[in-house]
T-cell receptor, first 116, second 113 residues
Framework: AQSVTQLGSHVSVSEGALVLLRCNYS??????LFWYVQYPNQGLQLLLKYTTGATLVKGINGFEAEFKKSETSFHLTKPSAHMSDAAEYFCAVTYDRGSTLGRLYFGRGTQLTVWP | KAGVTQTPRYLIKTRGQQVTLSCSPI?????VSWYQQTPGQGLQFLFEYFSETQRNKGNFPGRFSGRQFSNSRSEMNVSTLELGDSALYLC????????????FGPGTRLLVL
């Protein structure tokens, strides 16, 4: 069964510190991986995605993620946190199969708090 | 291009009633997916429509249904509302529903009393 695990439901960092949000997936077929961010009372906004090709993916707002097949991971990082990064972050996966058409499998989310 | 729009943004209903939520996808997108978001269960897939056909369905009871119109706009309906249906309902659109980026609307927050 397809699944996504986000380690740590809450992560707190100081402004200017490294942000690391962890995501692992379980799958026997090649995954397509996404990170979304959700601000209060809003929908989900795409940060970045991995489909094929380069395993280090750069996204918006200075975020990046690296696809590591051997570790089945897709961790999200940002070198220097900003107060505006405080939000909930979701890792999601889908596959190129008929049974997953239009369907994203989401992790439970990680709430990021940034302290001044 | 305009983004995904959802109406209404907020709804309050009572148990036993029914509700219809609407979603307008990004122009040119033919796939519309629906998700339910709750604190307890997280983000769960409801169903996906493409060219007016439901192609994929999550594990929800038959009280949850949807449809898609020829202009790709979609509606979802929940009949005989239960307290547990209180949630944020998110709609997402993509070009064709394959392993591609889904673009989300702001959601409809439903409260069932």
């Amino acid at each position: 069964a397809q699944s996504v695990t986000q380690l740590g439901s809450h992560v707190s960092v100081s402004e200017g510190a490294l942000v690391l949000l962890r995501c692992n997936y379980s799958s026997s077929v090649p995954p397509y991986l996404f990170w979304y961010v959700q601000y209060p009372n809003q929908g989900l906004q795409l940060l970045l995605k991995y489909t094929t090709g380069a395993t280090l993916v750069k996204g918006i707002n200075g975020f990046e993620a690296e696809f590591k097949k051997s570790e089945t991971s897709f961790h999200l990082t940002k070198p220097s946190a900003h107060m505006s990064d405080a939000a909930e972050y979701f890792c999601a996966v889908t596959y190129d199969r008929g049974s997953t058409l239009g369907r994203l499998y989401f992790g439970r989310g990680t709430q990021l708090t940034v302290w001044p | 291009k305009a983004g995904v729009t959802q109406t209404p943004r907020y709804l309050i209903k009572t148990r036993g009633q029914q509700v219809t939520l609407s979603c307008s996808p990004i122009s040119g997108h033919r796939s519309v997916s629906w998700y339910q978001q709750t604190p307890g269960q997280g983000l769960q897939f409801l169903f996906e429509y493409f060219s007016e056909t439901q192609r994929n369905k999550g594990n929800f009871p038959g009280r949850f249904s949807g449809r898609q119109f020829s202009n790709s706009r979609s509606e979802m309906n929940v009949s005989t509302l239960e307290l547990g249906d209180s949630a944020l309902y998110l709609c997402a659109s993509s070009v064709a529903g394959g392993p591609e980026t889904q673009y989300f609307g702001p959601g409809t927050r439903l409260l069932v009393l």
